[in-house]
Nanobody, 121 residues
Framework: EVQLVESGGGLVQAGGSLRLSCAAS????????IGWFRQAPGKEREQVSC????????YSADSVKGRFTISSDNAKNTVYLQMNTLEPEDTALYYC??????????????WGRGTQVTVSS
């Protein structure tokens, strides 16, 4: 079992940056793929990025390629999402989820409560 806690969200102006963190505890961190999802009111949930912690392979949605970078610090059991050149359309609740079947996550059994990102124009 894995427990996930997100942090790092906030209010930022368009063009700014934020770094989100997903701290994992419980099961062996190196066996999981960790994905970042976002959910905005009235919009479909979107998986923006994912990383497989055992080999560092990643996935990024087209909407964030070139702007968002996912990374992991296995010693700290933490996955980061560096978000640059933020746009108002990036406003959403961001949460991380874990699954053992690689990226992108097609399903997951564990997820955190999320952290709100708001980008003002």
């Amino acid at each position: 079992e894995v427990q996930l806690v997100e942090s790092g969200g906030g209010l930022v102006q368009a063009g700014g940056s934020l770094r989100l963190s997903c701290a994992a505890s419980g099961d062996t961190f190196g066996d999981w793929s960790i994905g970042w999802f976002r959910q905005a009111p009235g919009k479909e949930r979107e998986q923006v990025s994912c990383i497989t912690t055992s080999d560092g392979s990643t996935y990024s949605a087209d909407s964030v390629k070139g702007r968002f970078t996912i990374s992991s610090d296995n010693a700290k059991n933490t996955v980061y999402l560096q978000m640059n050149t933020l746009e108002p359309e990036d406003t959403a609740l961001y949460y991380c989820a874990a699954d053992g079947r690689g990226c992108p996550l097609l399903g997951y059994n564990y997820w955190g409560r999320g952290t709100q990102v708001t980008v003002s124009s």
